[in-house]
T-cell receptor, first 112, second 115 residues
Framework: LAKTTQPISMDSYEGQEVNITCSHNNIATNDYITWYQQFPSQGPRFIIQGYKTKVTNEVASLFIPADRKSSTLSLPRVSLSDTAVYYCLVGGSGAGSYQLTFGKGTKLSVIP | EAGVAQSPRYKIIEKRQSVAFWCNPISGHATLYWYQQILGQGPKLLIQFQNNGVVDDSQLPKDRFSAERLKGVDSTLKIQPAKLEDSAVYLC?????????????FGQGTRLTVV
């Protein structure tokens, strides 16, 4: 499994755009990049997934350069409710099912 | 659709006692995961099932932890005997597993305190 590196913590003011970058130098050809969000006392929640270029949904955007060795999660105009831990996962299909390995995550604190 | 159900939500036991956690995944989801999350850390995969077969249990402390998924639906995770360092949140997740780009859904977890 490809190892991921992301910042331990980030602070942002309300209304700003937040970009969290994840490095995954050893990403394999069949690996997807997935981001999860976790609030205190809750299980992680899927945010977005991508393979290459750009993916956008109603919550976030995911930017993946051509070499796929890094990815950036972009949260537009964050609010206090976006304060959470964000995990970058890289993995593909192994032994017939999808592998889901979490790292340490990035703790995002949104300041009023 | 109903989410992943876990019980109990909280459990306090003394060290060397036994404990069991139960998980009911989303209907139709073939893959089921059990994670251990210690305070301040990311979730650590303990075991992964594909239907009722084990795909990965490389990080499961098999001398004290066991898990089963009978009939490929519900699952139980057991700890016997418990140690102080087992205090953590135990998370269950499930996914439909159709190809590589699949989303996993997590339950709220069981918070275990070993005293």
């Amino acid at each position: 499994l490809a190892k991921t590196t992301q910042p331990i913590s980030m602070d942002s003011y309300e209304g700003q755009e937040v970009n969290i970058t994840c490095s995954h130098n050893n990403i394999a050809t069949n690996d997807y990049i997935t981001w999860y969000q976790q609030f205190p006392s809750q299980g992680p929640r899927f945010i977005i997934q991508g393979y290459k270029t750009k993916v956008t949904n109603e919550v976030a955007s995911l930017f993946i350069p051509a070499d796929r060795k890094s990815s950036t999660l972009s949260l537009p105009r964050v609010s206090l409710s976006d304060t959470a831990v964000y995990y970058c996962l890289v993995g593909g299909s192994g032994a017939g099912s999808y592998q889901l390995t979490f790292g340490k995550g990035t703790k995002l604190s949104v300041i009023p | 659709e109903a989410g992943v159900a876990q019980s109990p939500r909280y459990k306090i036991i003394e060290k060397r006692q036994s404990v069991a956690f139960w998980c009911n995944p989303i209907s139709g989801h073939a893959t089921l995961y059990w994670y251990q999350q210690i305070l301040g850390q990311g979730p650590k995969l303990l075991i992964q099932f594909q239907n009722n077969g084990v795909v990965d249990d490389s990080q499961l402390p098999k001398d004290r932890f066991s898990a089963e998924r009978l009939k490929g639906v519900d699952s139980t995770l057991k700890i016997q005997p418990a140690k102080l360092e087992d205090s953590a949140v135990y998370l269950c997740a499930s996914s439909r597993n159709r190809g590589t780009n699949t989303e996993a859904f997590f339950g709220q977890g069981t918070r275990l305190t070993v005293v």
